[in-house]
């Protein structure tokens, strides 16, 4: 039996070690994991999970919740972002799907976007939360913020570094009403959020829908309700 040198064991484990790394890469806690789905060939951002716990009282967030219009010029984080998602849409009781706002008959008329503009490790875009796995998928490319603020034309779209955008699927309910009251609980839970997290946010509506759903390249079901810019304050 042919003896193998230790120079060519020490090859052969470099080699299955690259191979290993690009099967199982590593990524660092802040930063989220990206992965192609089989079918859609989408691009898919694995967030990080959210805390449930924090320094801020709810009672000293209620206290304390304004609307912010103006921001400072820095990024966001992932971990930002991720508990801000979850604060707006976020899952609370997985066996039966209940989440963060109260939902009349557990429907779910919302769907949220989030639109980036300045965040860490996060390319610009549009994307979509889906808040049984807690995850985006990418569903725009290019600074659909910038295209966003041309067609809204007001300045805290411009100034944030992302946008959150709240849609309601009326189709989904026998009372498309209430995809408006869904869209006041997530919002203000987003407002509470943020202040926890020393941001500010402003809920607007004052806007064309058929001009954000163009812009957006939305489907004909879905209603723009919100916008939400979020930044430092």
């Known amino acids: 039996m042919k003896r193998h040198s230790t120079a060519s064991i020490f090859i052969f484990f470099c080699v299955m070690a690259w191979v290993f790394s690009l099967f199982f890469p590593v990524t660092g806690g802040n930063q989220p994991v990206f992965a192609q789905e089989k079918s859609s060939k989408a691009e898919v951002v694995k967030l990080p999970s959210p805390k449930h716990s924090g320094d801020v009282p709810v009672e000293k967030a209620l206290l304390e919740r304004r609307s912010v219009r103006s921001y400072k010029d820095e990024p966001l984080t992932i971990p930002e972002i991720s508990q801000l998602l979850w604060a707006a849409q976020g899952i609370t009781e997985p066996k039966r799907g209940l989440r963060t706002a109260p939902s009349a008959r557990a429907t779910y008329l919302l769907e949220v976007y989030l639109i980036p ?22 569903v725009a490319e290019g600074d659909k913020k910038a295209e966003l603020f041309k067609t809204v034309g007001q300045a805290p779209i411009k100034n944030a570094p992302v946008v959150l955008v709240f849609t309601g699927m009326s189709e989904r309910s026998t009372n498309p009403g209430w995809m408006y009251l869904e869209a006041g609980h997530a919002a203000q839970n987003v407002y509470l959020q943020a202040l926890s997290l020393k941001l500010g946010t402003v809920a607007m509506a004052g806007f064309k829908s058929e001009d954000v759903r163009r812009v957006l390249s939305l489907s004909e079901k879905e209603q723009p309700i919100y916008i939400m810019p979020i930044g430092r304050k």
Do not use: F
């Open 117 to 138: 503009g300045n965040v860490t490790h996060l390319p610009m875009g549009m994307y979509k939360y889906q808040p049984r796995n807690h995850e985006l998928i990418k």
